[in-house]
């Protein structure tokens, strides 16, 4: 009786390892899956053509990704001048000033909302805030939405790296004389740095292929244009279109943009992760 | 202090002056960041009353129900929210299914059966790939997905789940490759490195001593997960799985790519329907009309107060963790 008791154990935990083994494998299996059709539908569009030539007219060959590509780094310097300092600032706030206060826990708390909010409820909150307003889409109602997307994330992360600087710096430097701002800029920041660094390269990575925020605040351009008051050409929206176009070129050229996009996003990402681990910090 | 303390001295201290300067910058200082924290406030207002706003002739329109009719008719100006929020819980549901016991399984084999050197390289590909955008899963599920649930699991759900009586109506109608169905697995293999990689981080906060006692005890690998690792993380695991359903309700392009976009409740899970997100991101460039447009954001308001809720009770149970990990 003790030996079956004994013998039962083992199997359950024979079996239910197993059981977690498979589900590690089928888990990984899709992912790899998708990652693998991505490099092998979209590699052979990655040419020279891809990045030097526009969007081809519906039904037609050749062509490539060049305005999309162009208003996507627009947009997103944009967004990331605009929505990085605001969140950096904040952060400090919270990690220098607010620390344990009730406002200081509420607006964590809020931040952390809107980090995982879905962002086409932020693209809906700049369409009503700029669009409307304005009376048609643009290029800056697109660029202030991932601005936003972009605040709750580096403020999340200035917090923290600027939370794993020791206090004994800082009442070194407030010994001294310093002035709070002083001890903030010239100590805290300088020992945050890569940190800070890192937050901005996470927060980039995140907005690079955000579409849902775009679908009606940039829209999208078939043609080329510079002009911030006026739709702007975006790579996620144009993928969206052009995958779900009947034409053949366009959907090729879709799955070319969403390799170029995963590849940027993961090499960017990889950066981010090298820099905070050099510096001994953990994300 | 002492600076005030330097100001009141009637003979100027020599640095009386530059210390007026910094103090009035840090004044400055402080101000600008606590505006910019306070800005993180001001947006979530913001959100939360524009939509309010944009979704107000809707609500006027029609009332509570809204969210009880099923009727979405842009020619007659009728419109219900029943069916996209259908559509967002069963395909949200779905998802949770099958990326819950596939992350936990991920979770256990790495803090427990993954051999050391391996540990660390699938931990960072599950991380890396919890940043890839939805759009790639959603053209993957269009492409990919899609055309094989249509050719091969369908045909045999139909075939063999679908005579059977009562849960066989789920499992009715044409395979249509795209559907419920599809976009609750999309949305599934979607999160599942999101909960892979939040389970994994909560077990590794189990104290190695309370692990080893158990093993100590004789304890086989699996009675230490279910006893020990599990039972101490359980508030952990859940905020992360309510973290994951936010993500999941609210996801938008991957859902966009296969659902198929109709408005209507289908017994079958293999029929098209239509989610909150989908319906705003596939009608809203396209919507004529006040009300049209009023409704579309009527249901971005129902979206956002149901992620709303489910994310603030995510975070008060991290939050509950966080505490007892003594952070």
Known sequence: MNNGFYRRRKLVNRLALTLSMAAAGIGLLFLLLVLSTLVVRGLSGLTLDLVTRMTPPPGSEGGGLLNPIMGSILMTGIAMLL????????????AEYGRAGKLAGTIRFINDILLSAPSIIIGLFIYELMVLRMGHFSAWAGAVALAVIVVPVVVRTTEDMLRLVPDSLREAAAALGAARWRVITMVSYRAARTGLVTGALLAFARISGETAPLLFTAL????????????????????????????????????????????????????????????GNRT | MTVQNLMEQQVPHPFAQQAGRENRRDRAFHGFTMGSAILVLVILGGVALSIAVGAWPALRAF?????????????????????????????????????????????????????????????????????????????WGLFVLAPFLQRTVQPFLIDTVGQVPVIGALFQGPPYGIGVLTAGL????????????????????????LRESAYGLGCTTWEVVWNVVFPYTRVGVVGGAMLALGRA????????????????????????????????????TEATGTLY????????????????????????????LDRKAGK
């Not at chain 1, 929505?83 to 919270?94: E, F, Y």
Request: glycine share 8%.
């Open chain 1, 83 to 94: 929505g990085t300092p605001v969140g950096i600032l904040a952060g400090t706030w919270l």
């Open chain 1, 220 to 279: 999208n351009n078939q043609f080329w244009s510079t002009n911030l008051n006026a739709p702007m050409a975006n790579l996620p929206v144009t993928i969206f279109q052009f995958a779900l176009s009947p034409y053949e070129r366009w959907q090729a050229l879709a799955w070319s943009g969403a390799l170029l996009i995963t590849v940027t996003i993961l090499a960017v990402n990889i950066v981010a992760r090298s820099l905070s681990r050099n510096k």
């Open chain 2, 63 to 139: 009332g509570p129900a809204f969210l009880t009719t099923e009727v979405w008719n842009p020619v007659t100006d009728q419109f219900g929210a029943l069916a996209p929020i259908y559509g967002t819980l069963v395909t949200s549901i779905f998802a949770m299914a099958f990326a819950l016991p596939v992350g936990f399984g991920i979770a256990v084999f790495l803090t427990e059966l993954c051999p050391a050197p391996l540990r660390r390289p699938i931990g960072i590909a599950i991380e890396l790939l919890a940043g890839i955008p939805s759009i790639i899963y959603g053209i």
């Open chain 2, 186 to 209: 999309i949305l599934g293999i979607m999160v599942l490195p999101f909960i892979a990689a939040i389970t994994r981080d909560v077990f590794e906060t189990v104290p190695p001593l």
């Open chain 2, 249 to 284: 309700l609210g996801e938008t392009m991957a859902v966009t790519f296969v659902i198929g976009n109709a408005h209507r409740i289908s017994t079958s899970l293999m029929a098209p329907g239509t989610t909150i997100s989908s319906a705003i991101a596939n009608e809203f």
């Open chain 2, 293 to 320: 447009t009023s409704s579309l954001v009527g249901l971005g308001l129902v979206l956002f107060l149901l992620t709303f809720s489910v994310l603030a009770l995510a975070k008060a149970m991290l939050l509950r």
